[in-house]
């Protein structure tokens, strides 16, 4: 009977169907022993930031789980755009992960006209790393300013006297930088840095003014003495930090929060997705993370690729809201950004 009904066939239609049979059998095979060779996370800001050692702990820690090296390539600049090009231009097949801040995938629409990936449709979520309840806004010590209101008052003294240190337009740290400066009615300056390694050395070394970090990088910097603490972001005070008021005290935050996700390229084979996933909650599981994140002011975000992608998505009709009420206007990419080309 099958014989007959594979005889009824055209032969141009029964070769595609078993070429398809054989490519999906083939995909099977290579999923069920996945990974057979190293796998790398490119992280997309310059090494020493939070990105990079969020990366760094999950590579270690997935290594081990895994039976293959994990290593971490760093690709800074064009406000994560370099990063996340090459991940999405990467050949899906679970070899090549991009782990990195909401920037990427959340802020950089809103902010450019054109980008060199589609944030829609070149990813796939592996699934959620972290989330910062509170970030924080830092000065260098000569700054004759303890806290946010004194900040502002020295912007009105001498407009774009100030300068803050950003990671590149579109970053977290510009975002801020527009929110506070236009709610506030100030000038300052901002300047771009590759990331928040870069940013936080300039603003302890008095090369800037001001700058955003996170609580776990500025906070051994600030008791010895190397920075100011000057607001945290949010709405209410951070824990361990009950001196160091929030910018939502002042009505200064855009309530936009940060959090990190691992993302593959997309068409990455469903069985590959699932098994970094299990993984990838597994080391955010781990004594070890755990003890990373505690100290770092972090919260895990376990859970399904389906779970992280709701969570984006709300993150991305929330940051529009906020970019309207900035009055932030899409601009061109920035100059260091890849062009767009032919994805595999």
């Known amino acids: 009977m099958i014989e007959k009904t594979l ?28 990974p057979t060779k190293p796998i790398r996370i490119i992280a997309s800001t310059s090494p020493g930031g939070l990105t990079d050692l969020l990366a760094r702990n999950l590579a270690r820690l997935m290594s081990d789980s ?9 690709r800074p600049g064009a406000g994560t755009l370099i990063g996340m090009t090459a991940c999405a231009r990467a050949i899906p097949d679970g070899y ?10 959340v802020f950089n629409p809103l902010l450019f006209n054109k980008l060199p990936y589609d944030p829609k449709g070149d990813f796939v979520a592996i699934g959620g790393v972290v989330r910062t309840p509170n970030d924080v806004i830092v000065a260098t010590p000569t700054l004759p300013a303890n806290n946010l209101a004194e900040v502002l008052a020295l ?24 929110w506070i400066t236009r709610q506030a009615g100030v000038q300052m300056t901002p300047v771009p840095y590759k990331g928040a390694g870069p940013s936080f050395l300039a603003v302890m070394t008095g090369e800037v003014n001001l700058a955003y970090s996170s609580l776990a990088i500025a906070k051994p910097a600030a008791e010895a003495g190397k920075v100011k603490l000057i607001a945290v972001t949010g709405n209410r005070r951070a824990v361990g930090f009950p001196n160091t008021a ?21 068409k990455t084979p469903n069985a590959v997705v699932a098994r970094l996933n299990a993984e990838l909650n597994k080391a955010l599981s781990s004594p070890s993370f755990q003890g990373f ?9 376990p859970g399904t690729p389906e779970q992280f992608t709701a969570t984006l998505t709300q993150a991305q009709a929330t940051s529009a809201r906020t970019f309207q009420t900035i ?9 260091d950004a890849p062009q767009a080309a032919p994805r595999p």
Do not use: H
Request: hydrophobic share 45%.
């Open 7 to 34: 005889r009824k066939v055209p032969c141009n239609i029964l070769t595609a169907l078993l070429l398809a049979a054989c490519m999906a059998q083939s995909a099977l095979a290579q999923t069920d022993t996945f």
């Open 155 to 178: 912007a009105r003294a001498k407009p774009g006297a100030l300068s803050f240190a950003t990671w590149g337009p579109g970053s977290l740290p510009a975002i801020y930088y527009a």
């Open 246 to 266: 929030s910018l939502g005290e002042s009505n200064s935050d855009p309530n936009l929060g940060t959090f990190w996700g691992l993302y593959a390229p997309a």
């Open 293 to 301: 994140a505690q100290q770092g002011f972090l919260e895990t975000i």
């Open 327 to 335: 009055g932030i206007q899409p601009t061109d990419a920035p100059a």
């Open 96 to 105: 090549t992960l991009c782990l990195t801040d909401n920037q990427s995938l």
């Open 66 to 74: 895994l039976s293959q090296q994990v290593v971490v390539e760093n």
